[in-house]
């Protein structure tokens, strides 16, 4: 089945940029009406939903982080990846990448990747 | 934004008990409600999709029912892996939105 790998630095330094990859395996991120999500959960806390893409490129995000964030596809590295920008030590969390299916239920996960924002 | 609400915050149960979980949105959101479990240091899993759909490879100890605004999750005989921390999500009305969580001991 599916598989989703984030990758990226552990640890940015506030006012900088964050960026994250997520390598999808045993599967084609071109194919199926999936949304390619990213989701973070600050640790001891709740889920928050960052934003998605489908395959073209369409992209949709959360509001209260739309001027922060940019979610991008390479198809031809079967990835999509994740910049926020300006963190702050609010930003530190565990973010996962995930694909959404047809009602929108996050049905396959990466492990997660922990990103703390400090200097 | 659609608010999600989820009660209790946290439970206290048995093995073999029968445990329900309430998630109540802000709005209708139809059927469009997902419910995963969260284990220690890993990422979610969902059970039930689309209100009352269980996902492929889930115990049919879980069931999800409820639409419009009132959802419940249902363990009818809890096991100890069953020990975690559970979220309803809607997934009708971007952003999507989880509720708080309940975090179900022992």
């Known amino acids: 089945q599916v598989q989703l790998q984030e990758s990226g630095p552990g640890l940015v330094k506030p006012s900088q940029t964050l960026s994250l990859t997520c390598t999808v395996s045993s599967g084609s991120i071109s194919t199926g009406p999936y949304y390619w999500t990213w989701i973070r959960q600050p640790a001891g806390k709740g889920l928050e939903w960052i934003g998605r893409i489908y395959r073209s490129g369409t992209t949709n995000y959360n509001p209260s982080l739309k001027s922060r964030v940019t979610i991008s596809v390479d198809t031809s590295k079967n990835q999509f990846s994740l910049n926020m920008s300006s963190v702050t030590a609010a930003d530190t969390a565990v973010y996962y990448c995930?694909?959404?299916?047809?009602?929108?239920?996050?049905?396959?996960w990466g492990q997660g990747n922990l990103v703390t924002v400090s200097s | 934004d659609i608010q999600m609400t989820q009660s209790p915050s946290s439970l206290s149960a048995s093995v073999g008990d029968r445990v329900t979980i309430k998630c109540r949105a802000s709005?209708?959101?139809?059927?469009?409600l997902n419910w995963y479990q969260q284990k220690p240091g890993k990422a979610p899993k969902v059970l039930i999709y689309?209100?009352?759909s269980l996902q492929g490879g889930v115990p049919s100890r879980f069931s999800g029912s409820g639409s419009g605004t009132d959802f419940t999750l249902t363990v009818s005989s809890l096991l100890p892996e069953d020990f975690a921390a559970y979220y309803c999500?809607?997934?009708?009305?971007?952003?999507?939105?989880f509720g708080q969580g309940t975090n179900l001991e022992i």
């Open positions: 709005q209708s959101i139809g059927t469009y």
């Open positions: 689309g209100a009352s």
């Open positions: 995930a694909r959404a299916g047809g009602f929108g239920e996050l049905e396959h």
């Open positions: 999500q809607q997934s009708l009305s971007l952003p999507y939105t």
